[in-house]
T-cell receptor
Framework: GEDVEQSLFLSVREGDSSVINCTYT??????LYWYKQEPGAGLQLLTY?????DMKQDQRLTVLLNKKDKHLSLRIADTQTGDSAIYFC???????????FGKGTSLLVTP | DAGVTQSPTHLIKTRGQHVTLRCSPI?????VSWYQQVLGQGPQFIFQ???????GRGNFPDRFSARQFPNYSSELNVNALLLGDSALYLC?????????????FGPGTRLTVL
């Protein structure tokens, strides 16, 4: 079947903006999610967007949704070294009972 | 309020053994889901339980089983362990049956099969 696709690696300088992209599979997905995973840790929900929205802003985070292209992006403004982590895009499975994750984008923030 | 808790945090087993992993959801949450995260990959859905009944199952062999107790805590059992079962096992809870809002994840159990 189709997979949620993400670029695997992104490196940015501290203070710059980071943009992490994702292509999801199900155009009927009601919600789309971004999770963060720090080394050796579980998943932390960063933000989510409802499918009838094009954009959602939450402090330094901006989520953009293009339903036509099934494209989701996460922008982190003023990226800090503490933002270094793996970021996962996720959508509900067709039955709606679980999440289907991408492979994750590893973000490295350099001083 | 306590988040999702999992035990043990780390576990080492040998091939052929079986393992039981435990999860306690956030208070008031009735849905528990289990995911397997192999190193370098995203989490893969294994099971979802709601009100003590299995509501969803991912593409995993019958060696994997789970149950949910009246207090909504859950156990994941894996029999006849294989090297490929080495992974981080994540538990997530949510208040509703469907993922209409969000799932909250625990810190995971790191299973190593030798």
């Amino acid at each position: 079947g189709e997979d949620v696709e993400q670029s695997l690696f992104l490196s940015v300088r501290e203070g710059d903006s980071s943009v992490i992209n994702c292509t999801y599979t199900d155009s009927s997905s009601t919600y789309l999610y971004w999770y963060k995973q720090e080394p050796g840790a579980g998943l932390q929900l960063l933000t989510y967007i409802f499918s009838n929205m094009d954009m959602k802003q939450d402090q330094r985070l901006t989520v953009l949704l293009n339903k036509k292209d099934k494209h989701l992006s996460l922008r982190i403004a003023d990226t800090q070294t503490g933002d270094s982590a793996i970021y996962f895009c996720a959508e509900p499975t067709p039955a709606g009972y679980a999440l289907n994750f991408g492979k994750g984008t590893s973000l490295l923030v350099t001083p | 309020d306590a988040g999702v808790t999992q035990s043990p945090t780390h576990l080492i087993k040998t091939r052929g053994q079986h393992v039981t992993l435990r999860c306690s959801p956030i208070s008031g949450h009735k849905s528990v889901s289990w995911y397997q995260q192999v190193l370098g990959q995203g989490p893969q859905f294994i099971f979802q339980y709601y009100e003590k009944e299995e509501r969803g199952r991912g593409n995993f062999p019958d060696r994997f089983s789970a149950r949910q107790f009246p207090n909504y805590s859950s156990e994941l059992n894996v029999n006849a362990l294989l090297l490929g079962d080495s992974a981080l096992y994540l538990c997530a809870s949510s208040p509703q049956e469907e993922v209409v809002d969000t799932q909250y994840f625990g810190p995971g159990t790191r299973l190593t099969v030798l």
